[in-house]
């Protein structure tokens, strides 16, 4: 029998958007951080070990993913944060420094919420033209 969480996620991931991988990215990082900070608190060093390293990957993924000829600057900007934040991830990890995962996280947040709007958008600009193509709106 089929594990009904796993097979949820695959069909959540090959049915996403672009703009909803990358949530989804930002969402695990978020999570891998906040686990780390919490096996911090346990003293559990190898645990928080992992989840900042899962967490530094994800990040490296969503830097590998950044079109630096089409994006110009914002992908140069986000390329700069996003090393920002693997550095004080590995600070972090050196230190067991919890406070610089949580200014990671609440940056994390932000560029999530932004994509989030996004996404939205993309959303409400495809139902729209699904909208006008089945009552014939355009010309």
Same mark, same amino acid.
């Given at each position: 029998?089929?594990?009904?969480?796993? =097979?949820?996620?695959?069909?959540?991931?090959?049915?996403?958007?672009?703009?909803?991988?990358?949530?989804?990215?930002?969402?695990? =990082?978020?999570?891998?951080?906040?686990?780390?900070?919490?096996?911090?608190?346990?003293?559990?060093?190898?645990?928080?070990?992992?989840?900042?390293?899962?967490?530094?990957?994800?990040?490296?993924?969503?830097?590998?993913?950044?079109?630096?000829?089409?994006?110009?600057?914002?992908?140069?900007?986000?390329?700069?944060?996003?090393?920002?934040?693997?550095?004080?991830?590995?600070?972090?990890?050196?230190?067991?420094?919890?406070?610089?995962?949580?200014?990671?996280?609440?940056?994390?947040?932000?560029?999530?919420?932004?994509?989030?709007?996004?996404?939205?958008?993309?959303?409400?600009?495809?139902?729209?033209?699904?909208?006008?193509?089945?009552?014939?709106?355009?010309?």
């Amino acid at each position: 029998m089929k594990n009904p969480i796993k =097979t949820y996620l695959k069909n959540e991931i090959e049915g996403a958007t672009k703009g909803k991988l990358v949530l989804l990215l930002y969402d695990g =990082t978020i999570k891998y951080m906040k686990l780390a900070c919490k096996y911090i608190d346990e003293k559990n060093i190898p645990e928080a070990h992992m989840n900042i390293v899962k967490a530094e990957n994800i990040i490296y993924e969503l830097m590998s993913t950044l079109n630096m000829e089409e994006g110009g600057e914002i992908a140069e900007n986000l390329l700069k944060l996003y090393d920002f934040m693997v550095y004080q991830l590995i600070m972090a990890n050196k230190d067991k420094d919890k406070s610089k995962i949580e200014s990671v996280i609440k940056l994390m947040m932000v560029l999530r919420e932004g994509w989030k709007q996004i996404v939205e958008k993309e959303e409400k600009a495809d139902t729209s033209e699904v909208v006008k193509k089945k009552i014939n709106i355009s010309g």
